[in-house]
Antibody
Framework: EVQLVQSGAEMKKPGESLKISCKAS????????IGWVRQMPGKGLEWMGL????????KYSPSFQGQVTISADNSNNTAYLQWSSLKASDTAVYYC???????????????WGLGTLVTVSS | EVVLTQSPGTLSLSPGERATLSCRAS???????LAWYQQHPGQAPRLLIY???SRATGIPDRFSGSGSGTDFTLTISRLEPKDFAVYYC?????????FGQGTRLEIK
């Protein structure tokens, strides 16, 4: 069974750093992209970026380039999303999701984690 | 960037009725890489449709997707109580990946 298990809720102050995780199981972790999606309170879905753990190829949305860092560790099947200096506007739920690229086409985010709520407040 | 505009913003229907949700792209969606997701409050999104018309694993056949180019439609043939949720379209044919703003399907 495919599962993406995300780390727990975080409460941080502005200026602090943070790294949240997404642990995958039930499939070949290096062979599928992992994406990160932000959902601010009461708002819609925003794509942040993708990483292919097999070769660490990473793509960022222009809106998030330079604001966050996406990484992956194949030794423990885990993807990460990190901030070096949080802002109040980073308050949101962050989802990880799996995407598969195949010879016949792409299957977009077919499995999702439950989300990690990040609250940034002084 | 491909901008996706969903309509209507809110759709009020009764169980058993047919729902038609629209997603219009600002430019042609490459390879019909258009997906639909369902999201209930407090839950993660769920993939319903990919490639404009292919149902994801486990999705009942009352959900169907159609369209190409810039105009896409999600149809739910006979609404059940669990179908009332927010629906998002997404294009993944060009970077950056973008989502529509969502259509809220509510019980009339």
């Amino acid at each position: 069974e495919v599962q993406l298990v995300q780390s727990g809720a975080e409460m941080k102050k502005p200026g602090e750093s943070l790294k949240i995780s997404c642990k995958a199981s039930g499939y070949s972790f290096p062979s599928y992209w992992i994406g990160w999606v932000r959902q601010m309170p009461g708002k819609g879905l925003e794509w942040m970026g993708l990483i292919y753990p097999g070769d660490s190829d990473t793509k960022y949305s222009p809106s998030f380039q330079g604001q966050v860092t996406i990484s992956a560790d194949n030794s423990n099947n885990t993807a990460y999303l990190q901030w070096s200096s949080l802002k109040a506007s980073d308050t949101a739920v962050y989802y990880c999701a799996r995407r598969g690229d195949f010879s016949f086409g792409v299957i977009p985010f077919d499995y999702w984690g439950l989300g990690t709520l990040v609250t940034v407040s002084s | 960037e491909v901008v996706l505009t969903q309509s209507p913003g809110t759709l009020s229907l009764s169980p058993g009725e047919r729902a038609t949700l629209s997603c219009r792209a600002s430019q042609s969606v490459s390879s019909s890489y258009l997906a639909w997701y369902q999201q209930h409050p407090g839950q993660a999104p769920r993939l319903l449709i990919y490639g404009a018309s292919s149902r994801a694993t486990g999705i009942p056949d009352r959900f169907s997707g159609s369209g190409s180019g810039t105009d896409f439609t999600l149809t739910i043939s006979r609404l059940e109580p669990k179908d009332f949720a927010v629906y998002y379209c997404q294009q993944y044919g060009s970077s950056p990946i973008t989502f529509g703003q969502g259509t809220r399907l509510e019980i009339k």
